[in-house]
């Protein structure tokens, strides 16, 4: 299959062939890659069961792990859930459009093929514009997980999509750069109190000053173990995984952390593996790999959350065999970055504090 590449935001009626472009390319069930404020969506019909098959196939998904429906307008809530707790549009007014995917009852519409065998659907609508006029413009409710390949860290850049879809979908649409970079919240409404199952920029505390209290799904819970299933099928996957083998270096001191990063890259550079060290703005200068690359500063939570998928993609673009990162503090949008820094570490984290070698 040829993948057509086009760009938005350069001017008015180029957008309007590409938005009618790609909703030819929606209404007649194929798949259309889009930005949104989080990472790059792989679209297709959500109604159409066969569309949704095609995502699983170009993404190498296992057909479990349902994905998440987008909307441009809170009326799609009703032609998609059956039951809306009243709680669902107080968040809707408050965090939509926006990174926050609410779960409740499906209705008979939406096919058992987009939800992973579910009576549940996830819904969300993006704040981002590229993505809204597409939803809009194509009349389609579109189902869109990360526009990545199964397994490898989300996309967030045009060209991360175009890595690993071309030749695999219809059509990719370069809107940018995501300003979040890490997926959104997910929220489940299904209980009797919200349960969150996936941590992202929209935390714990601005839900619960909006809805009350709020729990958080235990497999998903950072610092506790638990052989509990996750209730979100895709948490339970291998993700937003580098292909070097990953570790992550955290302590209360500095110093010993910095240390203890080059101790380890030293270690095994000498075993002649390739290393790379996932540093900070404040710390990259006192590193010594193979390749040190910052991902953002420690002043800034988005700064970090927005290049974290990135700097894992070049650290395979490198050919980088073991990775040392460091941990970020777990307060607010750090909670979800630490979430998927293990997930992508494979929950290996080295505490300076605890260890003595
Ligand atoms: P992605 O689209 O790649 O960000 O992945 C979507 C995530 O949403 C996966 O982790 C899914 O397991 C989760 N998800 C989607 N629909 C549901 C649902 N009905 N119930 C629980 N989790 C869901
Ligand atoms: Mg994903």
Same mark, same amino acid.
């Given at each position: 299959m040829k993948t057509i590449f086009e760009k938005t935001g350069l001017d008015e009626e180029k957008d309007n062939r590409i938005y009618e472009m790609a909703s030819e390319i929606l209404n007649r069930g194929g798949l259309v890659a889009f930005p949104t404020e989080t990472v790059y969506g792989l679209g297709g019909n959500a109604l159409d069961?066969? @569309?949704a098959a095609k995502i699983y196939a170009a993404k190498g998904r296992p057909s479990d792990n349902p994905l998440i429906i987008h909307i441009a307008d809170i009326d799609a809530l009703k032609v998609l859930c059956s039951e809306i707790p009243p709680l669902a549009y107080s968040l809707a007014e408050h965090f939509?459009?926006?990174?926050?995917?609410? /779960?409740?009852?499906?209705?008979? /519409?939406? +096919?058992? @093929?987009?939800?992973?065998?579910l009576d549940t659907v996830a819904v969300r609508m993006?704040?981002?514009?590229? @993505?809204?006029?597409? /939803?809009?413009? =194509?009349?389609?409710?579109?189902?869109a997980p990360s526009?990545?390949? =199964?397994?490898? +860290? =989300? +996309?967030t850049k045009a060209e991360h999509v175009r890595q690993d879809m071309d030749g695999r979908i219809d059509m990719i649409i370069d809107g940018g750069n995501g300003d979040i970079g890490i997926? =959104?919240? /997910?929220?489940?409404l299904t209980d009797k109190v919200p349960v969150i199952l996936r941590p992202g920029y929209i935390?714990?505390?601005?839900?619960?000053?909006?809805i009350?209290?709020?729990?958080?799904?235990?497999?998903? @819970?950072?610092?506790?173990q638990s052989d509990a299933p996750p209730k979100a099928p895709g948490m339970k996957y291998r993700h937003y995984a580098p292909r070097g083998e990953m570790v992550i270096v955290e302590g209360k001191d500095p110093d010993c952390v910095t240390e203890k990063i080059n101790r380890l890259a030293a270690q095994k550079k000498k075993e002649g593996m390739k290393t790379g060290i996932l540093a900070t703005d404040?710390?990259? +200068?006192?590193?010594k790999a193979d390749y040190v690359i910052s991902v953002g500063t420690r002043g800034s939570e988005l700064s970090i959350s927005s290049h974290l998928f990135d700097v894992l993609r070049q650290f395979d673009d490198l050919g980088v065999q073991y990775i040392v990162s460091e941990g970020f503090s777990r307060e607010n949008v750090g909670y979800a970055i630490m979430n998927r820094l293990l997930k992508a570490a494979g929950g290996k984290i080295i505490n300076t504090d605890e260890s003595e070698e």
């Open positions: 069961g066969e @569309a939509w459009p926006g990174p926050l995917t609410m /779960i409740m009852k499906k209705t008979e /519409i939406v +096919p058992h @093929a987009t939800t992973g065998g993006p704040n981002n514009r590229t @993505a809204l006029e597409l /939803i809009r413009r =194509s009349g389609v409710y579109v189902a526009a990545n390949l =199964s397994g490898r +860290p =989300s +996309p997926e =959104s919240t /997910i929220i489940d935390t714990k505390e601005m839900l619960e000053a909006v009350g209290p709020v729990d958080i799904d235990k497999a998903v @819970a950072l610092g506790k404040e710390t990259e +200068p006192f590193y």
